[in-house]
């Protein structure tokens, strides 16, 4: 959407700061992302001006940021001229704008328009922009009419002063919320479509999961996934040999494809304890993931592998970390990493994880046990459990993760072979890539865009 704002010589800098601390707060009850909300930003007086563009910034904070930095124009109100330059210029597929996702342009004026509205705003709402008009003070209430998109008890308000605007904040993002968007756009679900506040989702039937197209079903895995690595920081690993660990897990998260609505990576050390490094929900982007995965310390003590799977299915899956609800059917994945035998018990939270539904992976290197990395993976083992001899053979196991085949598609089956033997390597590699990438791809979610608008 485009915030239109107006800035003339009758807003004080203090009723400015309070209009850029509206507009922040608008950003904060929206879902900001190049593939959820986008949200451009125009100022206008005696001109208009683009601060930045629905596509300009794809994180919140880079928009706060482009919102902190606004200078005021502080001339005259020529309101006509800003709603024909969102029209034209801002509601662009140069400037961002996407084919059947819904134009929502948010007019902020504390005065009467020097040029005519009433025919440029009708050619903008035909040409599918929802406007609300949102007036301060002295603004002039036919304008605002004239602007805004019926019915008009939800498009127009009237705020008394700048230090009420927020009281339009807390309506708009009630009507935002009461949008059913499955009913207004061309959602193209192959099963069905699921509203959400300013968005919405596909979903498919039992059985079958959401395609790379975010729209299809399928039987083949290729759906986002919520992913929970638990790397073994005992004192056994070394640490040259931990840093390799890290390297494998920078290479995992790769070949996925993480975003909010897409996958989701948390990160959790064991040793004699267990330290959450990230949950599921604090990195967005694989750079910031990868950067947070190098700053990991390691802890080089004991081995507590029943602990950290005990850690993980109690908190790291939880919805307050992150996970997405279960209704969703977001594959929930756990990949266990360890160089030893456990020094507690891992049968019963190795169980309960599986009967939770958890999908787990468990790679062993060096002094391993195969017996507990057995007991870890999920059914077919042959298709959950990797083990090698020496931690400079997993540098290379990413190199071949973009093996997207269905799992009955996939080439034979994968024996446990002398992990000394060149072909034992590639083969685990390949298996390990493969299965991840399995489960691994995205949902596309649209969202609503909104515009605002300075005076």
Same mark, same amino acid.
């Given at each position: 959407g485009i915030l239109l704002t107006h800035h003339s010589r009758s807003v004080r800098p203090h009723e400015f700061e309070t209009m850029r601390k509206f507009m922040i707060d608008i950003l904060n009850t929206l879902d900001i992302g190049l593939n959820a909300t986008r949200v451009g930003v125009v100022q206008y007086s005696s001109q208009v001006r683009s601060e930045f563009t629905l596509k300009a910034h794809a994180k919140l904070e880079n928009m706060v940021r482009g919102i902190n930095q606004i200078i005021p124009l502080a001339q005259g109100t020529m309101?006509?001229?800003?709603?024909?330059?969102?029209? #034209?210029?801002?509601?662009? !597929?140069?400037?961002?704008?996407?084919?059947?996702?819904?134009?929502?342009?948010?007019? @902020?004026?504390?005065?009467?328009? &020097?040029d005519r509205v009433a025919e440029v705003a009708?050619?903008?709402?035909?040409?599918?922009?929802?406007?609300?008009?949102?007036?301060?003070?002295?603004?002039?209430?036919?304008?605002?009419?004239?602007? !805004?998109?019926?019915p008009f008890e939800d498009h127009v308000f009237l705020v008394e002063s700048f230090d009420l605007i927020h009281q339009f904040g807390l309506q708009f993002q009630d009507k935002l919320c009461d949008m059913d968007l499955c009913n207004t756009v061309e959602h193209g679900c192959e099963h069905q479509c699921v509203s959400t506040p300013g968005s919405y989702y596909c979903i498919c039937p039992e059985g079958q999961l959401l395609q790379e197209d975010g729209k299809s079903c399928g039987t083949c895995k290729s759906a986002n996934i919520d992913l929970v690595l638990l790397i073994d920081g005992s004192k056994s690993?070394?640490?040259?040999?931990?840093?390799?660990?890290?390297?494998?897990v920078?290479?995992?998260?790769?070949?996925?494809? @993480?975003?909010?609505?897409?996958?989701? @990576?948390?990160?959790? &050390?064991?040793?004699?304890? @267990?330290?959450?490094?990230?949950?599921?929900?604090?990195?967005?982007?694989?750079?910031?993931?990868?950067? !947070?995965?190098?700053?990991?310390?390691?802890?080089?003590?004991?081995?507590?592998?029943?602990?950290?799977?005990?850690?993980?299915?109690? #908190?790291?899956?939880?919805?307050a970390e992150g996970a997405r609800p279960s209704s969703r059917n977001i594959p929930r994945v756990g990949l266990v990493f360890?160089?030893?035998?456990?020094?507690?018990?891992?049968?019963?939270?190795?169980?309960?994880a599986k009967e939770a539904g958890i999908t787990m992976y468990a790679v062993g290197v060096g002094k391993a046990v195969e017996d507990e990395l057995r007991e870890i993976a999920s059914e077919p083992l042959e298709k959950h459990f990797y083990y090698t001899t020496d931690f400079t053979a997993i540098s290379t196991i990413a190199e071949n993760l973009k093996l #997207?085949?269905?799992?009955?598609?996939?080439?034979?089956?994968?024996?446990?072979?002398d992990p000394c033997a060149c072909e034992s390597l590639v083969e685990f590699q390949q298996a390990t890539m493969s299965n991840l990438e399995q489960i691994t791809q995205k949902h596309i979610l649209h969202k609503h865009r909104l515009l605002f608008s300075f005076r």
């Open positions: 309101t006509g001229l800003a709603i024909k330059y969102v029209m #034209n210029e801002a509601f662009t !597929a140069e400037a961002g704008d996407r084919p059947k996702v819904p134009n929502v342009a948010v007019i @902020v004026t504390d005065g009467r328009p &020097q009708a050619e903008a709402r035909e040409k599918g922009i929802e406007i609300y008009a949102v007036g301060v003070a002295r603004a002039d209430m036919t304008s605002l009419r004239a602007m !805004a998109s019926p690993v070394r640490p040259q040999n931990f840093e390799l660990v890290k390297k494998f920078n290479q995992v998260v790769d070949s996925l494809d @993480v975003s909010a609505h897409g996958t989701r @990576v948390g990160l959790v &050390q064991y040793s004699s304890r @267990v330290r959450t490094e990230f949950p599921l929900n604090m990195y967005h982007t694989a750079d910031e993931i990868k950067a !947070a995965v190098m700053k990991v310390e390691y802890m080089e003590k004991g081995t507590m592998t029943g602990l950290a799977l005990k850690h993980m299915l109690e #908190n790291s899956f939880s919805e360890t160089d030893g035998r456990s020094q507690d018990d891992i049968t019963e939270y190795a169980k309960k #997207n085949v269905c799992p009955e598609e996939s080439q034979g089956e994968i024996e446990v072979k």
